[in-house]
């Protein structure tokens, strides 16, 4: 079969990205990053706080975890809800066990619905990262960029009001975004997203508005891609990070400077009474070693500005 003429016609052919937001590079070929602590691996935990509205909206497409059979379903809705009843907390508490400072990435709905989860959140000393304004509240191409705007100055309205202070981070609801997302963000006075894991290291995207940088988050080591699509066990999660966690180390003293392993976990997942043993364990194992950081997402910015 002959080759579509259209496909030698692509418009953004050329060497490199088929974008202007950042050039290609090598991580090998950059200049290194050195933590504030000398320590070769920044451990950065990110945990997604939801709230899955019941009416689940398709448009323009529904969000991963979200409602799935005939409504009101009501087992993923207590399911889901369980993350902030009962697994939140015991992650609260298995990273105070060990001293880690992680980030939140937290629903606008969850500011308002729960304010005393986000005050216990500033309390403990952990960041939190906008995360839309629930999770109907996703993002991608052919959303009016109006609407865009006012979704993500909603998002951190509504998290300012109760934690005191505005997030300078973004999650986007499925990592997904529309061609304007990095701008508006930038617009909305955001210093850094997490939506593009092409790499390990924090990179610059050039805006109109500005550069705003990118802190890449993982999915492959999440526990959702783990656990609840693989199906493997939380002993197994645990492992493979700490595979991770190894190379990333033996890579650091191989090329010089300094390595990000992201790390992203969902209560309603890790959170579930037969998981957590795995979890405590796999952090006190984290906290034992002398060439780790657990970071949060603004101190791996701050670190890496200078840099980049």
Known sequence: MALDPDYLSYAM??????????????????????WPTGRAVAAWFVVSLEWFPILAEDKP?????????????????????????????????????????????????????????????VAAG?????????????????????????????????????????????????????????RLLKEAGLTYMCDWANDELPYRFATTAGDIVNLPLNHELS????????????????QQVVDALDWLS???????????????VTPYIMGLPYRMGAFEDLLARMASRNDLWFARGDALVEAALPHI
């Open 13 to 34: 052919r050329r060497k490199g990205m088929d974008h202007d937001l950042y050039p290609w590079s090598s991580l090998f070929d950059r200049p290194p990053i050195t």
């Open 61 to 121: 497409f529904r969000a991963p975890g979200h409602m799935q059979t005939a409504y009101p379903d009501y087992r993923h809705y207590t399911s889901r809800e369980y993350g902030t009843r009962v697994g939140f907390y015991r992650m609260l508490d298995a990273f105070a066990k060990v001293g880690a400072q992680v980030s939140i990435a937290c629903n606008g709905a969850i500011a308002q619905r729960y304010p005393s989860i986000v005050r216990d959140i």
């Open 126 to 182: 952990h960041e939190i990262i906008a995360h839309s304004t629930d999770m109907n509240g996703t993002i991608a191409t052919g959303l009016p960029e109006a609407e865009e705007r006012d979704l993500i100055a909603r998002s951190l309205d509504a998290i300012e009001r109760v934690a005191g202070t505005r997030p300078t981070g973004w999650l986007s609801i499925a990592r997904s975004q529309s061609f304007a997302t990095p």
């Open 223 to 238: 526990d959702r891609q783990i656990i609840t699509v693989q199906q493997n066990s939380a002993d197994s999660y645990a």
């Open 250 to 264: 033996a890579e650091s003293a191989a090329h010089g400077g300094g390595r990000m392993l992201p790390l992203h």
